[in-house]
């Protein structure tokens, strides 16, 4: 059966705020939770990117929720320093910690002043910092001198059991990839045909593990509101690949996105101010076989949106999938 869990979102939220709002999650029902990792957000209206791993320590020792973080080896990370923050939450809360190892985008990576290289080169380091990782989390020594390098590194920490190492797709091209090494797969919310063909791809290629999905959506007391709300936040986040890996700053999105509209919000986030309608559209990507959906609603208050859907929503999707 599809578990469903919080998305808590660094770019929109201050973090002690948004510590409250993944306690609040657990209460109302909600069965896990996964955050971002940025340095900085993706427009100025958002305005904030608390640390990502300072928090998770907060967040795990707080609630008994399972979390997980997108992470970008290789550039503001080096590989050794992501096993050591990955094997110290996974020792001190075992079985409750994973990560996703993404290839980057240039709004959290430009700050180290390295020249930005191409898609191929970044998955190929990514690749890399992968292997690197997985051996230090086995407890090897490691040394490399790739497109990373590694002197003598070693991890102390060891984690039982080692926390799963995630693969982040948006295609069925990347879904094929990365099915060599991931332990996992998470994705967006896209059409639903585009997901059907990733999930088929991922597993045909012998990729394992959960599979899960990102959604993004709008939900107030208003369908008004909620398409104000979605426009109003996540304008800038319509940009699909390369832009969006290759822009550099809130600002430059921020220029982007003031001729987006409503339209073009709806094709990335669901709005509705109807839970019934959350529910058909949550319930359709549950029966594509996501094993694990994570709803991140795009306002900046979470409060409502936590109590409606904890009372609404996920209390008929857990009965469709039993049923």
Known sequence: MTRFGFHASHEQIAPRQL?????????AGFQMAMCSDHLAPWSERQGHSGYAWSWLGAA????????????APGVRYHPAVVAQKVATLGQMFPGRFWVALGSGQAANEHVTGQRWPAKDVRDRRRDECVDIIRRLLAGEEVSADGLVTVDRARVWERAEPTPLLVAPVVSAESATRVARWAEGMITLNQPVETLRTLLERYREAGGRGRTSLQVHLSWAGT???AERLAVEQWRTNVFT?????????????????????????????RVSASTD?????????AELGFDDIYLHHVGQSQERFLD????????????TGEG
């Open 223 to 225: 369908e008004e509101e």
């Open 60 to 71: 795990l020792a707080t609630t008994g929720l399972t979390f997980g973080t997108v992470c």
């Open 277 to 285: 309608q959350h529910v058909q559209w949550l319930g359709e990507y």
């Open 308 to 319: 409606v859907f904890g009372e609404r929503v996920l209390p008929q999707l857990t009965t």
């Open 241 to 269: 690949e390369p832009v969006n890996w290759d822009t550099e700053t809130p600002a430059a999105f921020d220029t982007m996105a003031e001729h987006v509209g409503a339209g073009s919000v709806r094709e990335v986030v």
């Open 19 to 27: 510590l409250a709002d993944v306690q609040h999650a657990e209460h």
